[in-house]
């Protein structure tokens, strides 16, 4: 699924998928990023010490920790923003009134829209190109493509268990969960570490479920996604018993649910590939790799 | 038969309850899963693999008994508070209970994700609290003066917590994270899927509560919905079966909301489809709205879960959907 | 039978009613005339038993009225309000049904005699056959009998009647003025009736009581207390005061204002 070709007919490809962009003369050495994926694809390509404002939600590398927040999806502090002095700002595609905004103050931005999962390495040429440091961006999105291909081989050929990927639900109970349905980047890392998803067939990102369709749907695995740190790890072990009340699923009658806890999980960035190897390794623990 | 009130409260207990035992026997059966009765009753095969057994047992039955208790309350508050403000469009919303319990339970979801007592999650306990903490401001409004209960106060009281807890909600969610502001936008909407038997039967102390004051207020609704001084000068303790009924009103509401979160239209649209059938006398009108209240909403929920499968509306979707335009209906046909 | 001992009655500083004394005879019919606002409706409501005096006394057989317990009052006291507005459709037969609240205990059903009560009070105001209707779809005339009926199905020594036929037309006032002469002779039901109608209460008052501003001016036989002055100082207005032979009973005349 990830698309393949020369770097440029990619860029090209990722410019018209991804949305128009304002471009830059020179490139931008003051860059705000309301998009942590994009923060982090940025601090990947080694160009982290251009970035001078980060989202209210940034959390990785690190070093964001003391770069000034302005701000998210729903909230943008556009006064913030322009106190920053960009020449670049990374926005949602959808924050249309700050995109207005910084078009009357002439300031460059780059519109992100999320989706799957070949788009993450497709942002990652186009942010490159946008900020002049397309080696390092091409060299990053091309490992990365090598080793989400290095989980595929590891895991072909392998059964491929029915999986429900769970991204909520009603602390002590299961109520309200919320499931990937057959769209979007967690499918998209599901499919290439080696699972099916339950439901896949829910042309939907996220789906809300009840116990009534677990127990139809008779997944073989059942993954709990959480982000947040390991130290909470432990916790969310614990809490799996919820599970227990419906021993007729697959997953709980062979003890195969399980809780990942890590913010590579829910950041559509460089990280995604450790995400799919984490799958990888719950869902064929024999694999090795 | 008419004047013949025990006849017709045999009739009418009877038809209703018919009928809602009716609805509880067929709803388990339907569902985005099809599954058989015979499978799901075969004890030969252990429970723990039998996946039309536990569809049965765990995913619909509890859903089904849930919506009888909350159709039911709700249903039963609306009754009451109509009679107790005088006013047929009353509902269980009208005097803040069922906003306090709003208030409660996204001030769980926010501050105390993670929390569970005793099995139960925090968000029913803490929405409850906030229906009681809603109850004490309208009684204390409501008592504040000694002669008598003024339907004026209570309604303005209602009015007046309405807007300011809606105002607290709403900036609840303004400062709280995304996932928590999603978990409470979908808590409003109302789900029926209550999971276990454990809050159903947390609901069932404040519930009993509420039915044992219901059981003495009929024929005293009847009188006061005349005026509180016609039914003093009859022989009602005005004071005492006002407050019975606002309490009793209010614990219902606030339970059937704990468990459910807000669901509009049972309120106050099956008392309207009650009486029409029965005719006013609280004595028919309240228990027959209590169990046409649980099976009306146990097929609301029976729409709401298998019309676009496998996706699930919102419980609270069909209802207003059924109740918006009968009670237009209701509003257009009355003569005065 | 009834007795009033120097009420005084007060919300904060300002009496409502201020020493008001009179009685009532077992099987009369007294009035309580005044302009509104002159306590009329609060003396009726201190005779109920639903408000308390500031002081003096309101009693029943030599007996405080507030000292007797709710039901029990209710069944030697019954009340028909100046308006009745009923929230729900109720029938008229289930709203003079209400009327037997204080005689049946709190989980007890209508019985036959219940019902029989019911019917002959029906009866008594005329109004069986408005049985099954609506109570809000009645005339305001049918809707006045209804209370009654519902007040007499109280069984009741005692009725109290405020205002009875304030919104009414002078057709339905004669239908009630004839309704509660009727009740008074064939039931001896003893009656205060409170009105500003000097002709109504004419007609059917033995006796009257004249308040203004909180207090009695004068009280009586009705022929002796309706004279010209009385009048004047009730109403500040000029009035003839003649026996008519054909309505046997005095009869009211306004001439003119006399400020």
């Known amino acids: 699924m990830i698309i393949s070709g020369p770097s440029t007919r990619r860029a090209f490809i990722a410019a018209i998928v991804l949305g128009c962009t304002v471009s830059a003369a020179a490139p931008p050495r003051r860059i705000v990023s309301l998009i942590p994926a994009v923060t982090e694809m940025i601090f990947a390509m080694g160009e982290g010490g251009r970035v001078v404002g980060v989202s209210n939600y940034d959390r990785y590398p690190p070093a964001v920790e003391s770069i000034p927040r302005v701000g998210g999806l729903l909230d943008p502090n556009v006064e913030r923003v322009l106190s920053l002095k960009p020449d670049l700002v990374i926005v949602y595609n959808t924050q249309q009134e700050l995109k207005e905004r910084l078009g009357r103050a002439s300031i460059p931005y780059y519109s992100y829209q999320h989706r799957g999962l070949p788009d993450i390495t497709a942002t990652i040429r186009a942010v490159g190109r946008q900020l002049g440091a397309s080696d390092a961006a091409n060299r990053l999105a091309e490992q990365m493509e090598r080793d989400l291909d290095a989980v595929r081989r590891a895991v072909a050929g392998r059964p491929r268990p029915r999986t429900l990927l769970v991204f909520g639900r009603d602390p002590g109970s299961l109520r309200n969960i919320d499931a990937s349905g057959g769209y979007g980047f967690l499918h998209d890392m599901l499919e290439v570490a080696g699972g099916d998803d339950v439901f896949a067939d829910v042309k939907k990102e996220s789906v809300q479920v009840t116990t009534e369709m677990v127990l139809a749907r008779r997944p073989d695995v059942i993954i709990e996604l959480h982000y947040g740190d390991a130290a909470r790890a432990a916790d969310f072990q614990k809490q799996l018993s919820v599970w227990d009340a419906l021993p007729a699923v697959p997953a709980v009658r062979n003890h195969r649910v399980h809780a990942l806890v890590g913010d590579e999980f829910v950041v559509p960035g460089p990280r995604v590939v450790d995400a799919t190897r984490r799958l990888a390794r719950t869902l064929h623990p024999e694999a090795g790799r | 038969m008419p004047g013949d009130i025990r006849g017709r409260m045999t009739v009418t207990l009877g038809g209703f309850g018919a009928l809602l035992l009716a609805v509880m026997l067929v709803a388990p059966l339907a569902g985005t899963a099809r599954i058989s009765l015979a499978r799901a009753f075969d004890r030969s095969q252990p429970f723990a693999d039998n996946v039309d057994a536990q569809i049965f047992f765990i995913a619909r039955l509890p859903r089904v008994v849930g919506a009888a208790l909350v159709g039911g309350s709700l249903a039963a508050a609306g009754v009451v508070f109509q009679a107790l403000l005088r006013n047929p469009l009353a509902a269980p919303e009208t005097l803040g209970v069922s906003i306090g319990a709003s208030v409660g339970a996204v001030l769980a979801i926010t501050l105390l994700p993670d929390v569970a007592i005793g099995g139960i999650s925090a968000v029913p306990l803490a929405s409850f609290a906030g229906s009681l903490g809603a109850l004490a401001v309208v009684y204390a409004l409501a008592t504040a003066r000694s002669r008598g209960m003024s339907s004026t106060v209570l309604l303005l009281g209602g009015v007046v917590l309405t807007s300011f807890l809606g105002a607290m909600i709403t900036l609840i969610q303004y400062l709280a994270d995304f996932s928590q502001t999603f978990r409470t936008v979908r808590w409003l909407m109302g789900s029926l899927d209550v999971g276990s038997y454990s809050a159903i039967g947390a609901a069932l102390v404040p519930l009993a509560i509420a039915a044992i004051g219901y059981a003495t207020l009929p024929r005293a609704l009847d009188l006061l919905s005349l005026g509180p001084e016609a039914a003093a000068a009859r022989g009602v303790d005005v004071a005492r079966a006002e407050r019975v009924a606002l309490v009793s009103a209010s614990l219902s509401t606030g339970a059937a909301v704990s468990l459910s979160g807000?669901?509009?239209?049972?309120?106050?649209?099956?008392?309207?489809?009650?009486?029409?059938?029965?005719?006013?006398?609280?004595?028919?009108?309240?228990?027959?709205?209590?169990?046409?209240?649980?099976?009306?909403?146990?097929?609301?929920?029976?729409?709401?879960?298998?019309?676009?499968?496998?996706?699930?509306?919102?419980?609270?979707?069909?209802?207003?959907?059924?109740?918006?335009?009968?009670?237009?209906?209701?509003?257009?046909?009355?003569?005065? | 039978m009834l007795q009033v001992d120097s009420v005084r009655f007060a919300y904060a500083r300002d009496a409502v009613l201020d020493d008001v004394s009179f009685a009532v005879q077992r099987g009369t019919i007294v009035g309580v005339l005044g302009p509104n606002g002159s306590g009329k409706t609060t003396l009726l409501r201190l005779l109920a038993g639903i408000i308390t005096p500031s002081s003096g006394r309101v009693t029943l057989d030599e007996v405080a009225v507030a000292a007797f317990g709710r039901r029990e009052l209710a069944r030697r006291i019954a009340v028909v309000p100046q308006e009745t507005y009923a929230t729900f459709d109720f029938t008229v037969l289930e709203i003079v049904l209400m009327g037997r609240y204080p005689h049946l205990g709190p989980f007890e059903l209508e019985g036959a005699s219940d019902l029989a009560i019911a019917r002959d009070a029906l009866a008594a105001t005329g109004t069986v056959a408005l049985a099954d209707r609506l109570f809000s779809t009645l005339s305001g005339g049918e809707k006045q009998r209804v209370v009654i009926a519902a007040a007499l199905a109280q069984s009741s020594d005692v009725l109290l009647l405020d205002e009875p036929t304030a919104s009414l037309d002078v057709g339905y006032q004669l239908e009630i003025a004839s309704v509660l002469g009727r009740l008074n002779r064939d039931r001896g039901t003893t009656m205060v009736v409170s009105s500003h109608d000097l002709n109504f209460a004419a007609s059917i008052c033995k006796e009257l009581v004249l308040i203004r501003r909180g207090r009695v001016i004068a009280r009586g036989p009705t022929a002796d207390v309706l004279t010209r002055e009385h009048v004047r100082a009730l109403y500040d207005v000029d009035a003839d005061i003649a026996f008519n032979a054909r309505a046997g009973h005095v009869t009211v005349i306004p001439v003119a204002h006399a400020g």
């Open chain 2, 262 to 336: 807000p669901i509009g239209f049972v309120g106050i649209v099956v008392p309207h489809l009650v009486r029409l059938i029965v005719g006013a006398e609280h004595r028919l009108v309240l228990p027959a709205s209590a169990l046409f209240g649980a099976a009306f909403l146990i097929a609301c929920d029976l729409v709401a879960r298998t019309a676009f499968a496998p996706l699930e509306l919102p419980v609270g979707i069909v209802t207003a959907m059924i109740g918006g335009p009968f009670f237009l209906w209701l509003l257009l046909r009355r003569p005065r």
